[in-house]
């Protein structure tokens, strides 16, 4: 691609999808396209083709997701499978019929099984069985993924998956009760601090920008509360304590052991960039012609499953091409707890964290193996001190703002 290139970018609001299109910009590709959730909503199969039809873009970054921390995807089974379905099938589909030239899906590590063993690399997937809590999600990307290295497979195309660990970074979602554990962490510890400080005008400018809603049991019956800048400080604080926030005290899921890789979005935006314009499937898989459409076949036709004129086809002759995706990450770890120290001492809080055993502590450790990422040419720049708190100086000035 060169610089005039029209790249789209699903989900460019986002984490993932800012980030990559700030690292396009700096980069000089200026000929960007994005749309928001209003403007375009990519489960809406017709709206995706028609803009596909104005847009023509010449590569696709697929950031956007249906997303959500532990409890989220808990109790919203059928939306995280479903949205995300969706939103792939009609992304991947409009992209192959309207000639996208280069298609990036970002995925998660979350695809891999509870059990993996450690560092995971891109062959455990599918080896055993995954983690109960997001297997909905993680069913969504593994199947997004495996869409990318099947349309390669069968159309030559060249569309490339990459697997970011766990990410935090600016526009991360700090909602308490679906945004992932370091920005709740953070969040909650800040709160905390604000509550013990008596800092009302504080929190109500937090719960003015990101405002907090919670369903507490009374007398037996589940009651929904909302609060925000205007809520009476007794409901605020019902609210907050239904999280673990208390004056100068937090409580947070888990004994606090289990062990987490991170990775700052603008690495990963960075690392995501560097694949999209620099690597091409035919490079991970070692293979040049992998397709029968490299040898003349013709792929203009419909899918039928009774004709396979027109349909390209995969070339069984050269075996099992699979795990053809790339993991994004450092190949560091910490502790959840180790985790909760940084984010004490970026806040500046001088309450105590606490640790709520009765409650699930996920997988026990998920560090993946990031050899392939270096082989093909980078490496992580912000290490975990650093970038907890580039992230809390950030959030403080998303409540300025």
Same mark, same amino acid.
């Given at each position: 691609? %060169?610089?005039?290139?029209?790249?789209? =970018?699903?989900?460019?609001?986002?984490? !993932? /999808?800012?980030?990559?299109? +700030?690292? #396009?910009?700096?980069?000089?590709?200026?000929?960007?396209?994005?749309?928001?959730?209003?403007?375009?909503?990519?489960?809406?199969?017709?709206?995706?083709?028609?803009?596909? %039809?104005?847009?023509?873009?010449?590569? =696709?970054?697929?950031?956007?997701?249906? !997303? /959500?921390?532990?409890?989220? +995807?808990? #109790?919203?089974?059928?939306?995280?499978?479903?949205?995300?379905?969706?939103?792939?099938?009609?992304?991947?589909?409009?992209?192959?019929?309207?000639?996208?030239?280069?298609?990036?899906?970002?995925?998660?590590?979350?695809?891999?099984?509870?059990?993996?063993?450690?560092?995971?690399?891109?062959?455990?997937? #599918?080896?055993?069985?995954?983690?109960?809590?997001?297997?909905?999600?993680?069913?969504?990307?593994?199947?997004?993924?495996?869409?990318?290295?099947?349309?390669?497979?069968?159309?030559?195309?060249?569309?490339?998956?990459?697997?970011?660990?766990?990410?935090?970074?600016?526009?991360?979602?700090?909602?308490?009760?679906?945004?992932?554990?370091?920005?709740?962490?953070?969040?909650k510890i800040y709160l905390a601090?604000?509550?013990?400080?008596?800092?009302?005008?504080?929190?109500?400018r937090d719960l003015a920008v990101?405002?907090?809603?919670?369903?507490?049991?009374?007398?037996?019956?589940?009651?929904?509360?909302?609060?925000?800048?205007?809520?009476?400080?007794?409901?605020?604080?019902?609210?907050?304590?239904?999280?673990?926030?208390?004056?100068?005290?937090?409580?947070?899921?888990?004994?606090?052991?289990?062990?987490?890789?991170?990775?700052?979005?603008?690495?990963?935006?960075?690392?995501?960039?560097?694949?999209?314009?620099?690597?091409?499937?035919?490079?991970?898989?070692?293979?040049?012609?992998?397709?029968?459409?490299?040898?003349?076949?013709?792929?203009?036709?419909?899918?039928?499953?009774?004709?396979?004129?027109?349909?390209?086809?995969?070339?069984?002759?050269?075996?099992?091409?699979?795990?053809?995706?790339?993991?994004?990450?450092?190949?560091?770890?910490?502790?959840?707890?180790?985790?909760?120290?940084?984010?004490?001492?970026?806040?500046?809080?001088?309450?105590?964290?606490?640790?709520?055993?009765?409650?699930?502590?996920?997988?026990?450790?998920?560090?993946?193996?990031?050899?392939?990422?270096?082989?093909?040419?980078?490496?992580?720049?912000?290490?975990?001190?650093?970038?907890?708190?580039?992230?809390?100086?950030?959030?403080?000035?998303?409540?300025?703002?």
């Amino acid at each position: 691609m %060169d610089k005039n290139s029209k790249i789209y =970018v699903a989900g460019h609001r986002g984490l !993932v /999808g800012s980030a990559i299109w +700030n690292n #396009l910009l700096q980069r000089g590709y200026t000929n960007l396209v994005g749309r928001t959730h209003k403007e375009l909503d990519l489960t809406d199969q017709q709206a995706v083709r028609q803009f596909f %039809d104005e847009e023509r873009p010449d590569a =696709v970054v697929l950031a956007a997701a249906f !997303v /959500g921390g532990i409890m989220a +995807n808990s #109790l919203y089974r059928a939306d995280f499978i479903m949205m995300n379905m969706k939103m792939q099938c009609n992304v991947i589909s409009e992209a192959y019929a309207h000639g996208v030239e280069k298609l990036l899906f970002l995925g998660s590590t979350c695809i891999y099984p509870k059990n993996a063993p450690q560092p995971m690399r891109e062959d455990c997937l #599918l080896t055993s069985e995954l983690e109960y809590t997001n297997e909905e999600y993680a069913i969504a990307k593994i199947a997004g993924l495996k869409m990318c290295e099947s349309y390669n497979l069968q159309y030559g195309t060249n569309y490339i998956a990459v697997m970011p660990t766990n990410l935090y970074g600016p526009n991360d979602n700090f909602h308490l009760e679906n945004s992932h554990v370091m920005p709740a962490m953070m969040r909650k510890i800040y709160l905390a601090q604000l509550l013990h400080e008596e800092n009302w005008m504080l929190i109500r400018r937090d719960l003015a920008v990101r405002p907090v809603g919670a369903n507490i049991n009374e007398n037996g019956a589940s009651v929904r509360y909302v609060v925000d800048g205007n809520s009476d400080e007794a409901t605020i604080r019902k609210v907050l304590a239904h999280y673990g926030i208390a004056p100068n005290a937090v409580s947070l899921w888990g004994t606090g052991t289990p062990l987490r890789e991170f990775l700052w979005s603008e690495d990963m935006a960075d690392a995501s960039v560097h694949v999209l314009l620099n690597v091409n499937f035919s490079d991970i898989i070692g293979i040049e012609k992998y397709s029968s459409v490299h040898y003349g076949n013709k792929a203009d036709g419909i899918v039928d499953r009774n004709h396979s004129t027109g349909r390209g086809g995969a070339i069984p002759a050269l075996g099992e091409i699979r795990n053809c995706h790339i993991n994004v990450g450092t190949g560091h770890e910490l502790t959840i707890r180790a985790l909760s120290e940084l984010v004490v001492k970026a806040v500046g809080f001088t309450g105590t964290v606490q640790f709520d055993t009765t409650k699930p502590d996920g997988t026990m450790r998920k560090l993946i193996d990031v050899s392939k990422l270096h082989s093909l040419g980078w490496h992580h720049k912000v290490d975990i001190e650093e970038g907890v708190q580039r992230l809390f100086d950030w959030y403080r000035q998303s409540l300025a703002e």
